[in-house]
């Protein structure tokens, strides 16, 4: 049964940090890209940030800079590091796990969520 368990979300001031960590379980963890996405309130889910199992890593425009996504294979885990929060990062962030191979989908999985809300 393969599950990814969201934490570190929670309540920040504007230009503050969080740490957003994903373990995943009951996958071959190094053989998958890892990614977060986020939703926030009347808005589609969009790409946060992902990493190959290689370590090769992109980011959305709206987070360069600020956030860094991190992977270590040893531990399941994939991080999100988030610096220099704003108002406009408050949402549901999703972890995400996909091994595709030749355009082909093996496994694609998903978290349940973690809140981040930045507000003063």
């Known amino acids: 049964q393969v599950q990814l368990v969201e934490s570190g979300g929670g309540l920040v001031q504007p230009g503050g940090s969080l740490r957003l960590s994903c373990a995943p379980s009951?996958?071959?963890?190094?053989?998958?890209?890892m990614g977060w996405y986020r939703q926030a309130p009347g808005k589609q889910r969009e790409l946060v940030a992902t990493?190959?199992?290689?370590?090769?890593?992109n980011y959305a425009d709206s987070v360069k800079g600020r956030f860094t996504i991190s992977r270590d294979n040893a531990k399941n885990t994939v991080y999100l590091q988030m610096n220099s929060l704003k108002p406009e990062d408050t949402a549901v962030y999703y972890c995400?796990?996909?091994?595709?191979?030749?355009?082909?989908?093996?496994?694609?999985?998903w978290g349940q969520g973690t809140q981040v809300t930045v507000s003063s």
């Open positions: 995400n796990a996909d091994r595709t191979i030749r355009t082909m989908t093996r496994g694609v999985y």
């Open positions: 009951g996958i071959i963890f190094s053989t998958y890209t």
């Open positions: 990493i190959t199992n290689g370590g090769s890593t």
